[in-house]
């Protein structure tokens, strides 16, 4: 289902990143139920909040082009059963992280947006730790599918408190000043893409300074036509 206008949804993402602004900064203990409870929802939520705008068209190129700078810890070998056979993580093991990761190797890697928003709403671990100078708190999360895949490297992604709630504020605050369609004729798809800025539009050939004059969409079947 496509949301009809963004700026509600937006607003929600705004008030989930007050939440968990006043949960990094609070005096309640981290892992009570009720900040346990408040923390999954402003997380989950906004998480799914993002994605619903990602697949509605309604986020800017710039705001679909954010990558989130966190730390990786490999997947180290299951624990064995008495009959061998290796034991496979489930929702009780959100906590586990040291039966499956190496967590004393934090590598420092990248995921964009939309993987991140993936790694939330599909995680199978989900815990949060003080991080190394006790000055924020960070989130460790992993979904079944990136455990699943053969790659020890694809791990245990820990990204920091703080940076979830910028990436939140910036969805919050994401406008489009200039929106583009065309049809692809060779795949029949009506294309969309947005803008906050008109010269990113320009620097990627998609667009003039001049409203009345569109310009060739670059190497696309189809006139970018903007709004």
């Known amino acids: 289902m496509p949301i009809f206008e963004s700026w509600p949804w937006k607003a929600k993402i705004a008030k989930y ?27 989950m939520a906004g998480a799914f909040a993002i994605r619903k705008l990602f697949e509605s068209k309604k986020l800017s190129y710039e705001a679909q082009a954010i990558t989130i700078d966190c730390k990786n810890s490999p997947k180290i070998p299951a624990p064995l ?26 590598a420092q890697t990248k995921v964009d947006l939309q993987y991140f928003l993936n790694q939330v709403m599909h995680s199978i671990f989900f815990e949060v730790e003080p991080d190394e100078d006790g000055d924020d708190l ?13 790659e020890e490297q694809l791990g245990l992604l820990w990204i920091p408190l703080t940076r979830i709630i910028a990436v939140f504020r910036e969805i919050a605050d994401d406008d489009i ?51």
Not at 81 to 106: H, I, T
């Open 177 to 227: 000043e200039l929106g583009m369609w065309h049809l692809n004729h060779e795949t029949g798809v009506r294309e969309q893409i947005g803008f906050r800025d008109r010269k990113t539009a320009v620097d990627l050939g998609l667009a003039s300074y001049s409203k009345d004059m569109p310009v060739p969409g670059s190497g696309k079947i189809g006139v970018w036509v903007g709004q």
């Open 17 to 43: 990143a007050d939440s968990l602004e006043r949960l990094r900064s609070g005096t309640e203990e981290y892992d009570d139920d009720q900040w346990w409870a408040d923390f999954e929802e402003a997380v």
């Open 138 to 150: 960070v989130l460790a999360l992993c979904s079944d599918h990136r455990f699943q895949k053969r």
């Open 81 to 106: 059963l008495e009959n061998g056979v290796s034991l496979k993580p489930s929702f009780m093991d959100r906590d586990k992280l040291d039966r499956y990761f190496d967590v004393a190797v934090q």
